[in-house]
């Protein structure tokens, strides 16, 4: 594991291309748009803008439907666009110094990856088939469909053999490739399906080559630290902060987020989290905090805490969108973005203010990468912590859930830095559902 340099400072607008150019649901000939990923450059300057410092793709690869089904890992989706595209997306954000993470499904395959095609076309003889893990009929030949370990359960994904060493060399291709068209790191989709060891060699390959790139697993569930360190990588998806934080603000419960910021702390000593409130597969945060003026509250939490955070597009807009488990249940948290900044309704301005006016307070303190939390004060609906790294710099941050007004212990802060309260002798005065920020 070595975590750049770049990352300590580095803030992700996440974005899932094919949803947000409005791209067809599935591949098709003739797409009724050419050039969709150039419609991101418009928006590149909005990012810069709102403080973020990296562009998080989704999947960009050719790809049967939602883009985690890759049927050909060198190409751009045809639904949005070419590899000049691409080219000139990177170049673009690079020139504004804005880094770009791609996302790499390496887990498993749509059944139109030519090296599963291979197999369905040639039988047992296929020079591909040690990379799946298959069942074949007996007295199978060519044109005879085997059985094949799929991911959980989804028979149009092809789980991959991560045990075949052409696999892994295949992945190092992928990702060194487009390391060299100019992306900065990787996030590893459903990492936790796949042997650590794989990772392990994976990452060691390829930083060999590219010392600077990040990698970025997602993991749900499970020991994070103990991933990280025997896969190789910078950082994991901080999947049980991202439910502490909606759940303590719904259920008036800050004990829980106490709890999960303690675990939080001890990752910190390892590694810095890859921390969020919302993402392509989560309903919206501003559809889960059930109380819309607690917003707010978890967008502050998500930038006063350890870690690299990630802000999926239009969460900074209070854009709302329910996760359903059925089929199409994902596209309400994966829509259409306006042509330009311009086309913004101003109904999301308030909530872009609170997410532009704590990323500035964030760049000022870059300490924060690793920063660790102390509780101050505790209940149920009022939460005080303090904020601090291994320099004398440190943050106080108050979260006040009741109706009514609390005085918290100000941990000897003094200044307002974003958020209201009243400091005097030692206690902040936060506002009924308030927060506070102070130096």
Excluded: C
């Amino acid at each position: 594991m070595k975590n750049s340099s770049w990352v300590e400072h580095a803030i992700w607008w996440q974005v899932y291309p094919l949803g947000f150019v409005g791209a067809e649901k599935s591949a098709i000939e003739q797409p009724s748009a050419e050039h969709r990923l150039l419609d991101l450059v418009p928006w590149l300057d909005y990012v810069v803008g709102l403080g973020a410092s990296g562009l998080a793709l989704g999947p960009v690869f050719a790809s049967e439907t939602h883009g985690y089904d890759t049927t050909d890992y060198f190409r751009i989706d045809p639904r949005l666009g070419t590899l000049e595209d691409f080219d000139t997306l990177v170049a673009e954000a690079h020139q504004r110094g804005l880094r770009i993470l791609l996302d790499g499904v390496f887990n498993h395959a749509g059944r139109s990856f030519a090296a599963f095609q291979d197999v369905l076309a040639q039988g047992p003889e296929a020079a591909t088939v040690s990379w799946f893990t298959l069942e074949w009929p007996e007295g199978a030949g060519p044109g005879v469909e085997p059985r094949y370990r799929d991911f959980e359960g989804h028979h149009h994904l092809v789980a991959l053999n991560h045990d075949e060493p052409a696999v892994a060399d295949f992945v190092v291709d992928v990702m060194e490739y487009w390391l060299g068209r100019g992306a900065d790191g990787w996030r590893l989709d459903a990492a936790y399906a796949v042997p650590s060891s794989f990772w392990a060699g994976v990452t060691a390959h390829v930083r060999a080559s590219h010392p600077d790139a990040y990698f970025v697993g997602e993991y749900i569930h499970g020991d994070y630290a103990a991933e990280v360190r025997a896969g190789g990588l910078d950082s994991v998806t901080q999947y049980e902060l991202w439910k502490a934080v909606w759940s303590s603000l719904n259920d008036a419960n800050f004990f829980e987020l106490a709890a999960a910021l303690d675990r939080h702390n001890a990752l910190l000593a390892s590694f810095a989290p890859l921390t969020f409130i919302g993402n392509h597969d989560v309903t919206r945060i501003a559809s889960k905090v059930t109380d819309s003026a607690l917003v707010p509250h978890a967008v502050v939490l998500l930038l006063t805490v350890g870690g690299t955070p990630s802000i999926y597009y239009g969460d900074e807009q209070g854009y709302r969108g329910v996760k359903e488990d059925r089929a199409g249940g994902d596209d309400d948290v994966r829509p259409l973005f306006p042509s330009s900044p311009a086309a913004l309704s101003p109904i999301g301005k308030p909530v872009f203010d609170v997410h532009h006016q704590l990323i500035g307070l964030r760049r000022r303190h870059p300490w924060l990468h690793r920063a660790t939390t102390q509780v101050l004060e505790l209940s149920n609906e009022v939460f005080a912590y303090r904020v601090a790294a291994d320099g004398p710099d440190a943050l106080v941050v108050a979260l006040n859930l009741s109706d009514g007004e609390r005085q918290v212990d100000a941990g000897g802060a003094a200044t307002v830095l974003a958020g209201t309260a009243t400091v005097d002798g030692g206690r902040a005065l936060v506002p009924a559902r308030g927060w506070v920020v102070l130096g």
